[in-house]
Nanobody, 125 residues
C-alpha cells in the first residue's frame, strides 16, 4: 500500500510558476498509474495530468495542456507537476492520486484508490 504526501503549493502571481511534488512511501511508484487532480471551492474535482503504470503516454486536461508538465523520479519515488504560466483559475487544492497497475483516468478521481491530503495553490492577478 502506498502513501502519498504532496508539497510545493503556495502563492503565485499570474504568469508565475510552481512545482508540486508528491512523495510516495510504502511501495515503488513505477508499479502505479499516477496523476494530479484539483478541486476549486464549490467545484468538482478536475483531472490535470496522469500517466499509466507501464509508462508510455502522459495525458493532460484541456485547461492545462501546454502549461503543466508531469514527470516522475523513480529513484526518489516522487511525482512532480511543473505548473507554468499560472492563472487565477488555477487556484485550487491539488491532490496526488495513484492506482496499482492499470491505466490512468482524468475524467474522474474516484477510481483512484490512493489519495494524498492535498496542497493548496493560490494564484493572484
Amino acid at each position: 500500500q502506498v502513501q502519498l504526501v504532496e508539497s510545493g503549493g503556495g502563492s503565485a502571481q499570474t504568469g508565475g510558476s510552481l512545482r508540486l511534488s508528491c512523495e510516495a512511501s510504502g511501495d515503488t511508484i513505477s508499479s502505479y498509474s499516477m496523476g494530479w487532480f484539483r478541486q476549486a471551492p464549490g467545484k468538482d474535482y478536475e483531472g490535470m495530468s496522469c500517466f499509466n503504470s507501464g509508462g508510455g503516454a502522459t495525458y493532460y486536461g484541456d485547461s492545462v495542456e501546454g502549461r503543466f508538465t508531469l514527470s516522475r523520479d523513480n529513484a526518489k519515488n516522487t511525482l512532480y507537476l511543473q505548473m507554468n504560466n499560472l492563472k487565477p483559475e488555477d487556484t485550487a487544492m491539488y491532490y496526488c492520486v495513484a492506482n496499482l497497475g492499470g491505466g490512468c483516468y482524468l475524467a474522474s478521481i474516484y477510481p483512484y484508490k490512493y489519495w494524498g491530503h492535498g496542497t493548496q495553490v493560490t494564484v493572484s492577478s
